[in-house]
């Protein structure tokens, strides 16, 4: 009796489903696939000239890897994710500071809790199991600081700065100064509704980078804006 190769269109839709149920079922583990998610809050306290004022918000976070049979090397094997809204505060009218999103999201918090995520996959394995089991507040170390952002005219996305998280007043003026800034592991819901009513605009930058280049390009007169667009502020459609 002769046996069949499966059709190579077949093996694809087999592995989509795999992946796919890795994130319907997590913890699946008897076909080597892991991921945990998880919802991680962060809170900006920032010292104004009136007073101390805060500004946090919920993402869901998820991290996980494919079987070791997959292939691509172990980075192509990782599964990084995230969704839901940057923190920010208004540390004075209309002028507002953000932690924008980015893919180190997850590895933010593994650090924080758990310690630096090393190459073995039996202590990343122990190390998310425990992780995702938390429910804790700590002050990000500042290694792991996110990017902090303002903008001179909020209706305006390219005129985005980097905001030095040690020196406040560079951007603010006189008074202002970064208190500190939390993370927590919490059963808290994913923020979802509020960035949108101060930055309303991001819906029109899905697509294109916050200069309004449709693409990221070292020929962008605003190199800072070019790098960015809606998604590091909101993944939220609505």
Not at 11 to 16: P, S, V
Not at 101 to 124: C, K, L, Q, V
Not at 200 to 222: A, C, F, M
Request: net charge neutral; charged share 25%; proline share 5%.
């Amino acid at each position: 009796m002769s046996i069949t190769a499966r059709p190579r269109h077949r093996r694809k839709t087999a592995a989509a489903l795999l992946l796919a149920m890795a994130f319907l079922l997590p913890g699946c583990r008897l076909i080597g696939l892991y991921n945990w998610s998880w919802n991680q809050e962060l809170e900006l306290t920032v010292i104004t000239p009136d007073g101390e004022i805060s500004g946090s918000s919920v993402i869901r976070a998820s991290y996980g890897f494919r079987p070791e049979w997959w292939g691509w090397g172990d980075r192509g094997r990782s599964i990084i994710a995230h969704s839901g809204e940057a923190a920010f505060v208004e540390v004075a009218s209309g002028r507002y500071l953000f932690a924008i999103m980015s893919e180190n999201d997850p590895a933010m918090a593994y650090e924080t809790f758990i310690g630096p995520i090393t190459t073995s996959r039996e202590e990343r394995i122990e190390g998310f199991d425990r992780l995702y089991r938390l429910r804790e507040t700590r002050a990000l170390p500042r290694e792991l600081y996110p990017t902090l952002v303002t903008f001179r005219d909020i209706n305006d996305p390219a005129s985005v700065e980097k905001v030095d998280p040690d020196n406040l007043e560079a951007t603010f003026g006189p008074g202002y100064r970064l208190a500190s800034i939390e993370i927590a592991i919490t059963s808290n819901p994913k923020s979802s509704g509020r960035i949108i009513r101060v930055i309303p605009w991001t819906k029109e930058y899905q697509s294109k980078q916050l200069d309004g280049n449709r693409y990221e390009t070292i020929k962008s007169n605003n190199r800072f804006a070019n790098s960015l667009a809606s998604g590091f502020f909101t993944t939220e459609s609505e």
